[in-house]
T-cell receptor, first 114, second 114 residues
Framework: DSGVTQTPKHLITATGQRVTLRCSPR?????VYWYQQSLDQGLQFLIQ???????AKGNILERFSAQQFPDLHSELNLSSLELGDSALYFC?????????????FGEGSRLTVL | SQQGEEDPQALSIQEGENATMNCSYK?????LQWYRQNSGRGLVHLIL?????REKHSGRLRVTLDTSKKSSSLLITASRAADTASYFC??????????????FGKGTHLIIQP
């Protein structure tokens, strides 16, 4: 158990819809990262938050947005969903005082867009 | 885009044999990490090697790093069925500004035949 919690585990929705994925980082971790994993693109970095502030942006589409709340949990919002958005979405955290550089991953949210 | 590229894409060996996976990357790095992912699960950190290190061991794992060739290898000795998984190398994306996420390769899928 990494200590990172993601909900929901599975989500099936239709094209054009909007979903929200939630992540609770490990206790004390300040950084949250979102990744998308699909068969063709591999593991793609989407966005990083640190203590509530956006820290880095990767290949995140404009239809996607994220935020980190004062209690450090994070949400990834995916809107106007397309078939190609079907993927595993992972949240990871890091950032304790002695950050070793490793990321701790949740078990992911599997999104299926029909 | 992928920073690290693993080779081979897939590897099937007999239990008890050694498994070697390679990773090449494109730009200068602070450190390189290896992660394991069991099918459909979250990634788990295995080992981290810093840019000033050449070799590191952890249990049955041995990692080497050649910064002149921008490559790394992961050796798993005396493989077990439980080692069946995908293995990813990851490099740290940024050295400053606080952004410290990882860029992952597409992974090597390792199958250990009993």
């Amino acid at each position: 158990d990494s200590g990172v919690t993601q909900t929901p585990k599975h989500l099936i929705t239709a094209t054009g819809q909007r979903v929200t994925l939630r992540c609770s980082p490990r206790s004390g971790d300040l950084s949250v990262y979102w990744y998308q994993q699909s068969l063709d693109q591999g593991l793609q970095f989407l966005i990083q938050y640190y203590n509530g502030e956006e820290r880095a942006k990767g290949n995140i589409l404009e239809r996607f947005s994220a935020q980190q709340f004062p209690d450090l949990h994070s949400e990834l919002n995916l809107s106007s969903l397309e078939l190609g958005d079907s993927a595993l979405y992972f949240c990871a955290s890091s950032g304790r005082v002695k950050n070793t550089g490793e990321l701790f991953f949740g078990e992911g949210s599997r999104l299926t867009v029909l | 885009s992928q920073q690290g590229e693993e080779d081979p894409q897939a590897l099937s060996i007999q239990e008890g044999e050694n498994a070697t996976m390679n990773c090449s990357y494109k730009t200068s790095i602070n450190n390189l990490q290896w992660y394991r992912q069991n099918s459909g699960r979250g990634l788990v950190h295995l080992i981290l090697i810093r840019s000033n290190e050449r070799e590191k061991h952890s249990g049955r794992l041995r990692v080497t790093l050649d910064t002149s060739k921008k490559s790394s290898s992961l050796l798993i000795t005396a493989s077990r069925a439980a080692d069946t998984a995908s293995y990813f190398c990851a490099t740290r994306m940024y050295s400053g500004g606080g952004a410290d996420g990882l860029t992952f390769g597409k992974g090597t899928h390792l199958i250990i035949q009993p």
